[in-house]
């Protein structure tokens, strides 16, 4: 008796879903037609979105990232639509707002991650510096290695990689020695009182003018800046061609034995330092 009692309730269970079923069913079909079609259109928006993010950046890794949030962004429209269809209202609101708690909780536990991470976006559309850039970035000062969405590589010249966080590269000044394609080597020289110190300029000029690696749409300039303790000091500005660390000290190491070997054949002096001691003896000696 009990048997017969507990199938009846089943089949009364499963009349009742199927005839909900044959209700929803109109519903349910036109849903599927939407959500297949909005599977389409996600798909060409997501191709349509990488061609447009490339004219901005060259970094495939960011132009991936927008796509597929794009693509992501749309397919959940279009779910959340489904489900409305569906008068499924109810769980749209638990989902939307389960997806608020869980994002915020993820906001607050990566925070710092996130700030590298957005940093590295900002940083792949501004493009200050590029994979092979000679960067000076808070201390550190290199050849740019790698630029991740998190973190950017420095090569130093002392050989040492060094990887800085994307909010500390964002967040502080940046020295691209590249962007010109050339550098300036500045040189300070002194000469003693007693030399003619147009000519000591002059002879300083020419000896550099035509040294290798110097740059010839750049004139050398130089300018005498103090009276020092026991010579009058200038500086020489020599651009190098080059924005490599090789090539700007070639050009310092030429520049200064050009400009010694110049001196020394015009008898043109760089004193070194003088000191004067004065020593009080005692009575007694």
Request: hydrophobic residues 50%; proline residues 2%.
């Amino acid at each position: 008796m009990d048997l017969d009692k507990a199938i009846h309730l089943i089949n009364e269970k499963l009349e009742l879903w199927f005839r909900a079923l044959i209700k929803i069913l109109p519903n349910l079909a036109l849903a599927v037609i939407i959500f297949l079609i909005g599977l389409y259109i996600s798909k060409w928006l997501r191709k349509l979105s990488e061609r447009i993010i490339s004219k901005f950046t060259k970094n495939i890794t960011i132009t991936r990232l927008f796509s597929t949030f794009i693509y992501l962004f749309s397919i959940g429209i279009i779910f959340f639509t489904a489900l409305s269809i569906l008068k499924l209202d109810k769980a749209v609101t638990s989902i939307l707002a389960g997806a608020g708690i869980v994002g915020l909780a993820l906001a607050f536990a990566f925070q710092d991650i996130a700030a590298n991470f957005i940093s590295g976006i900002f940083i792949s559309f501004r493009r200050p510096l590029k994979v092979g850039d000679i960067v000076s970035i808070k201390d550190y000062m290199g050849k740019v290695e790698e630029i991740n969405l998190r973190d950017t590589v420095i090569l130093t010249f002392q050989g040492k990689m060094v990887i800085i966080p994307n909010k500390d590269v964002f967040q502080n000044p940046i020295e691209n020695y590249s962007i010109l394609g050339k550098r300036r080597f500045d040189l300070e020289v002194g000469v003693s009182y007693n030399d003619d110190l147009e000519k000591a300029a002059q002879l300083a000029i020419d000896a550099v003018k035509n040294i290798e690696g110097i740059s010839s749409e750049d004139d050398v300039t130089l300018f005498y800046k103090e009276f020092g303790e026991s010579s009058v000091n200038f500086t020489i500005r020599i651009w190098c061609n080059s924005s490599e660390q090789l090539q700007f000290l070639k050009v310092g190491h030429l520049a200064i034995i050009a400009i010694k070997k110049s001196f020394d054949q015009n008898k043109i002096s760089i004193p070194f330092p003088i000191r004067t001691l004065d020593v009080a003896w005692p009575e007694k000696f």
